[in-house]
């Protein structure tokens, strides 16, 4: 996933993840998003390796494929 295909929330997903790592319930309520849509859009960025799942629903960046903001 390259740094065009990151919605304004991924980026926001980014931000709330670089203060350490959270779960989608914590990161729907600071973002005032759905959780299903934060859920959804968390699946894509560990699918795209930007994030891992640690487990029990906490994730955390993989700081080495945070694309460049263009």
């Known amino acids: 996933m390259d ?7 991924d980026w926001r997903i980014i ?8 779960n989608a319930p ?3 309520e600071e973002l ?3 959780r299903q849509y934060i859920r959804e859009r968390l ?14 629903g906490i994730y ?3 700081p080495q494929e945070i694309p460049s903001e263009s």
């Not at 740094?3 to 929330?9: F, G, H, N, S, T």
């Open 43 to 56: 699946g894509q960025l560990k699918q795209a390796d930007i994030i891992v799942s640690i487990g029990s």
């Open 3 to 9: 740094a065009e295909d990151l919605r304004e929330v």
């Open 26 to 28: 914590n990161i729907a």
């Open 32 to 34: 005032d998003y759905s």
């Open 60 to 62: 955390e960046l993989d």
């Open 15 to 22: 931000d709330t993840l670089r203060d350490g790592r959270n």
